[in-house]
């Protein structure tokens, strides 16, 4: 008899039991983030839209500096103990042991509690510095300090989260995503509209607050075991949770650094205009491709965690590979046919140089699809030196890329070295975790590469000048993506997304009838 993925609940704790395919998962959890993630950038756009109205340039950038300045704090505090605290909930879920989860969960609360005060203190200490850092004068001392504040709101309701989606919860964690938006919008609006720049920290503040009690009310519903833990022992328990954080933390900063390094670079051997080209393509190239790999890692990460054996991990990977790569091949296919169009409706015609190099850069997402279930093995099984150089060394290679290539091509080098940076990275992630879990690509996934390898190959090839005109090109191109989009729909509808799909409508219906 096949085996299928189940789960069963322990007090009040649902465990999941492994074995059979998880598409049927993968693709619920991408649909339900995926979701989730839609709403807020429509919330996003709005929000953007009126604080732009009623602040203006200057009040928007003293808002984007603000949440600069206290984003790095919380980084930097937080250490990466959110995406740690994950892996150690999810292991414990994993082994069913009610004692070891409780304890993870107490570990998970105390820790984050003193980092985030600990973050808090020290903006607030170092207000004065800061201000003078960052504005070059001490005239927002005041609301920086009150700001501090939100630092440790912030890492109570990181932790919060952690649990959450430790548990796989991802209904909540959703739920937990469109309340923030939705009370991110309604409150900080109303509070700006009457009290204009004055208003600004005071929303900061509201929003940072009622994030906590979001979190806070679908956490309270997880039931934990009672356990008494010392602060003693809260501290040795804290070490693996730290060490793990660090890694993260790690990753973080490197890549902001080679980020800091692009800019650089251009700034100096192109100009401030070509930061801005490369800024509008990034911006572009991660905007499919983010959202659907955070639609996917919030369930992916805890469950793969959960496994017990290379093989259902290596079988998992697969499986999630699979649908990554139908998800994100046909809005890699449509960015790289429609480029000039999208920069036309995003930016101005001013940005039209900034094509080329959006199209190297979404030339090497579909190996960053292909490489990013491969690179969460190893956080997911503790490796985190292993997790640590993989990082480091793909950053160095990354940065070392950019430096030859803006060097000898100019600006389209910066797109260049993109591409070159996620072909090393897929490459090496493979080598690394071929050795750690034997892992090896299915039959299905090697077919299903070389197909959507060479469609995206085809279609960044009709740019080539000579070719075919704009036009002919821009046809060709949607033809494809058509085409490809079709194959993916029909594969993923016979992977689990028929049960999905008549699920949904048989809601649908059920509240259609219930209106009349």
């Known amino acids: 008899m096949a085996l299928t993925e189940t789960a069963e609940k322990q007090d009040g704790i649902v465990l999941p039991v492994q074995g059979g395919s998880s598409y049927k998962q993968i693709l619920k959890s991408s649909a339900v983030i995926g979701g989730s993630s839609i709403v807020n950038i429509l919330l996003g756009i709005v929000r953007t839209k009126a604080m732009a109205m009623l602040l203006g340039p200057a009040g928007i950038g003293l808002m984007g500096t603000y949440n600069a300045v206290t984003d790095m704090v919380r980084a930097v505090a937080g250490m990466g103990v959110g995406d740690s605290g994950v892996r150690q909930i999810a292991e414990g879920v994993g082994t069913g042991n009610q004692l070891r989860i409780a304890r993870s969960v107490v570990t998970l609360r105390r820790v984050v509690f003193v980092l985030g005060v600990a973050g808090a203190l020290v903006l607030f200490v170092f207000s004065g510095p800061v201000c003078r850092m960052t504005f070059g004068n001490t005239e927002h001392v005041v609301p920086m300090a009150v700001l501090s504040i939100t630092i440790l709101f912030a890492a109570v309701t990181g932790g919060q989260a952690a649990l959450i989606q430790g548990m796989r919860q991802i209904g909540n964690l959703a739920r937990i995503s469109v309340i923030g938006g939705v009370v991110g919008t309604v409150f900080s609006i109303p509070i700006v509209y009457f009290l204009g720049e004055r208003g600004i920290v005071p929303s900061l503040v509201c929003v940072s607050a009622m994030s906590i009690v979001t979190s806070w009310w679908y956490a309270r519903k997880i039931r934990v075991a009672s356990v008494a833990v010392k602060w003693a022992e809260t501290w040795s328990d804290a070490v693996p949770l730290l060490r793990l954080g660090f890694v993260f933390l790690a990753g973080g900063v ?82 790289l046919s429609f480029t000039p169009l999208l920069l036309g409706m995003f930016y101005t015609p001013k940005f039209a140089p900034a094509a080329d190099i959006l199209r190297w850069m979404v030339l090497g997402l579909l190996l960053r699809v292909a490489a990013w279930p491969m690179l969460i093995i190893l956080p997911a099984k503790g ?134």
């Open 254 to 335: 490197m890549s902001s650094g080679v980020a800091y390094l692009a800019r650089a670079v251009l700034v100096r051997w192109v100009d401030l205009e070509g930061v801005g080209l490369y800024q509008a393509a990034s911006t572009l190239a991660g905007l499919y491709i983010d959202f659907i790999l955070q639609a996917m890692a919030r369930d992916f990460y805890p469950r793969l965690t959960a496994t017990r054996g290379n093989a259902e991990c290596n079988r998992m990977v697969n499986e999630q590979t699979e649908v990554g790569l139908l998800l994100a091949t046909p809005g890699i296919l449509a960015t």
């Open 383 to 516: 490796e985190s030196k292993l997790f640590f150089w993989a990082q480091f060394a793909a950053n160095a290679v990354y940065a070392a890329l950019i430096f030859i290539c803006v060097r000898y091509w100019g600006l389209v080098g910066i797109g260049v070295a993109s591409a070159g940076f996620y072909l090393f990275y897929a490459v090496a992630t493979f080598v690394i975790v071929r050795r750690l879990s034997g892992f090896a690509f299915s039959a299905a996934n090697l077919r299903l590469g070389a197909q959507m390898g060479a469609a995206t190959l085809l279609v960044f090839g009709l740019r080539v000048r000579g070719i075919l005109t704009q036009q002919q090109a821009l046809a060709t191109g949607a033809l494809i993506t058509l085409a490809i989009g079709i194959y993916s729909l029909r594969r993923l509808y016979s992977l689990g997304g028929k049960e999905l799909f008549d699920s949904f409508l048989s809601k649908m219906l059920n509240a259609f009838c219930r209106a009349r």
